[in-house]
């Protein structure tokens, strides 16, 4: 059995990120999604927050689960058994840092393999900072996050908004 692990921030989770999800599931037993924290990012939604609006944007596909986890990735990854670190490569500019995080990654556990997705041609523009500057601004969000999970990123984005 492959156990794969999706890391990100996924704040808050896009179209983008449940086509590698449905994707992976396809290639993969089992595919874990790991609600991270990344230090250069302040999130604005919660690391719980981010974790149930992937739930529910992935509830209807069987393999997925979705964790929230702090520390070191690789500590992570084995400690539910996966043997696939997953990333999505949206456009040249991805490649560089997460070339430099999967040789680290490999250096700290070389039996943990990193496997990078493509994105799909639609998605390439889109990611989750994209939409909350969109969101802010009074936008449409509807074309770039799943549909079940619009109405609640929406009224987060309009609150976070009346903080600011
Ligand atoms: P980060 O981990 O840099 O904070 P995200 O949490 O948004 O960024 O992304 C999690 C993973 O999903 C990363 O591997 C990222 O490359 C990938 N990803 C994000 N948006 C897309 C997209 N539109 N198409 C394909 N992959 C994506």
Known sequence: MTTAVYPGSF???TLG???????????????IVAVGINMEKKPWFTAEERGELLRSATKDIQNVEVVEFEGLLVDFAKSVDATV???????VSDFEYEFQMALTNSKLAPE??????????VNMYLSSSIVKQVGILGGDISPFVPECVHDEIKSRIKQRSRLK
């Open 11 to 13: 704040d808050p989770v």
């Open 17 to 31: 990120h449940v086509d590698i999800i449905r994707r992976a599931a396809k290639m993969f037993d089992r595919v």
């Open 85 to 91: 670190i997953l990333k999505g490569l949206r456009a």
């Open 112 to 121: 943990i393999e990193t496997v990078f997705l493509t994105t799909s041609a």
